[in-house]
């Protein structure tokens, strides 16, 4: 039998969480830390990397696959020096069950006003507020990829009507589905907007004054939500402040940023009707990712093909 390749860790991730999961990952291979200068990579055949060290590929010059620690590969596709192998990025069902269960947190909380409530608790007010129910909402799913199908099952067993946007149209049983070019269309019966797209030259700064003004005003909670767990270069913020100042928007939900971590001079923090969490909607979990990762570096040296790979010309 072959001898398994050498595999090189760059996760920028909790170091103690790493050094658990590997405890007992990729049996029978060589496992080198590129946090370790001292560790000659020159042999590393496959790299897990999240925000690598800028020298890897310097330092590891004949790996032959890229496995991301994230579903997101915008951070890898921006590197110098890339080597032209595929890149897998990280699909697991945590990762996914992780997303929705945010994503549901979000609209879950603004159709029964958390924030408002949290509000009036902060300063001893009783006062019941009106609400619609989930079925009187329409929650837009922009991306309907791994996470943004999940996220459309998960709203519909809440009661949302739900509707999505990609950018080829997707059959969804019971859900009303548009492509690229219905998105005027689809941002008009949206009152709830969930962002789940890939950062790429496409989407970036796509959620923008100009779409926020095309969703629907006067739904059943008045004015809409914005919600958003893809990318933050996906949004303009000024633009998503304005918004919320000018009432064209009534509240939002970001997890991700232009900048992250997000400036403490930031007007969001202190806004009302806004929830903030820090890239945080959807962590991988380490131990999942490795045996992802696993799993595919032996059916690899198999002869099998690699799974979600990335299209480097979609950028996602
Ligand atoms: P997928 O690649 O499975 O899906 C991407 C979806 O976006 C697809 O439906 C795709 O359309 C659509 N899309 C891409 N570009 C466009 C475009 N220009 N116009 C319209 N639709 C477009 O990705 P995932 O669902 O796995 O993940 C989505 C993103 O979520 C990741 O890229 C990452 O940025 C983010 N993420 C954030 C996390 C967090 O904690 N905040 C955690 C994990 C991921 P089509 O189906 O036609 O290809
Ligand atoms: C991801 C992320 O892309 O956590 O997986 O942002």
């Known amino acids: 039998m072959s001898e398994k390749k050498t595999v090189v860790i760059d996760l920028k991730f909790a170091r103690r969480e790493v050094d658990e999961a590997l405890s007992d990952a990729f049996a029978g291979r060589t496992v080198l830390r590129a946090a370790d200068a001292a560790a000659d990579l020159s042999d590393a055949r496959y790299a897990v990397i999240w925000k690598p060290d800028p020298t890897l590929f310097e330092r590891a010059p004949k790996l032959e696959v890229l ?6 590969v915008d951070y890898i596709l921006a590197m110098p020096n890339l080597p032209d192998i595929p890149i897998v990025r990280f699909v697991d069902e945590s990762l996914t069950t992780r997303m929705s269960e945010w994503v549901v947190l979000q609209a879950l909380s603004h159709l029964r006003q958390v924030p408002a409530y949290l509000n009036q608790q902060r300063e001893r007010v009783w006062r019941e507020l009106s609400q619609p129910e989930a079925k009187d ?7 309907l990829g791994v996470l943004g199908q999940d996220s459309v099952a998960k709203l519909k ?40 797209l890939p950062l790429t030259p496409q ?27 893809g990318r933050g270069g996906s949004q303009v913020e000024e633009d998503v402040i304005a918004a919320l100042k000018n009432g064209v928007l009534g509240g939002a939900s970001l997890d991700v940023f232009e900048q992250e971590p997000l400036a403490e001079t930031s007007p969001l923090w202190s806004m009302e009707n806004v929830i903030i969490t820090p890239h945080a909607a959807s962590a991988s979990d380490v131990r999942a990712l490795f045996r992802n990762a696993e799993a595919q570096m032996n059916d690899y040296e198999a002869g099998q093909p690699l799974r979600h790979v990335v299209n480097r010309t979609t950028g996602y």
């Open 203 to 229: 989407t970036r700064g796509i959620f923008n004054a100009d779409l926020f003004g095309k969703l629907r005003q006067g739904g059943a909670s008045g004015k809409p939500i914005f919600i958003n767990a």
């Open 157 to 196: 067993i809440m009661g949302f009507n739900v509707i999505g946007w990609s950018r080829s149209k997707k059959l969804i049983d019971g859900v009303e589905t548009f492509d690229e070019s219905g998105l005027d269309e689809f941002l008009a019966k949206t009152d709830i907007l969930v962002g789940l």
């Open 67 to 72: 496995f991301s620690g994230g579903a997101g």
């Open 137 to 143: 909402l329409t929650v837009g799913v922009m991306g």
